[in-house]
């Protein structure tokens, strides 16, 4: 999924879905500072629209960031996301489902 800039349609991020399993997938997003100028109230709610629509295919969703990312952390708690007890290293592991399909 893209999110463009209201004002001059320029693309400001993208997230989408990678397969892991036939049960589980992870996530990815990637966004420029400009998300921050407009849009953020649509790009929730369109975010959890489609977060919910991959539940429905994959027991568990899955994501794993940078621990200071405090923006992409923010909006994976916003999702229902959690944080699992796996980190690695500056980065954590987020999940939303049964954690236990996918160890």
Do not use: C, H
Not at 54 to 71: M, P, R, V
């Amino acid at each position: 999924q893209v999110v463009y800039l209201r004002k001059t349609k320029e693309p400001i991020a993208i997230f989408g879905l990678i397969p892991q399993s036939a049960t589980s997938a992870g996530i990815f997003f990637l966004s420029t500072e400009k998300l921050k100028q407009g849009n953020m109230i649509l790009f929730l709610k369109e975010s959890k629209k489609i977060v919910k629509a991959w539940e429905k295919e994959y027991k568990l969703l899955l994501d794993t960031t940078y621990k200071k990312n405090t923006s992409v952390i923010k909006w994976l708690k916003f999702m229902g996301f959690s944080p699992s007890k796996y980190e690695f290293g500056d980065f954590q592991m987020y999940y939303k489902g049964d954690i236990n399909e996918y160890w």
